[in-house]
């Protein structure tokens, strides 16, 4: 019993975490830049998922807001949109996931 309680606890963050409900651009997330082709001379830090309730239900600002602060949360200055679907229902709310990558492309 008390493993299942602990098990549902789990879930319940990890879902949590999956739909970021803070959609406030942070001071850091505001300096990050979204480009369509991957940058040249850039250091790739890596994939990022990031899934979001869709544009109509959230606004486009504020998904993007997400991806911003993500990028800037991992130590990245510029993201790249690779891929972005509409899936699944959660609650009976269809939800959207972005992948991209994240790029350091400023000198310290």
Known sequence: MRAKLILSLFVAFLLVGCFQLNTNLTPAGAKVQIV???PKGCKSLGKFITTALPIEKLGEEKTMNVIRNTVADEGGDTARLKDMAQH?????VEYITYEGYAYKCKKD
Do not use: A
């Open 88 to 92: 699944g229902v959660f609650n009976g």
């Open 36 to 38: 369509k082709n991957k």
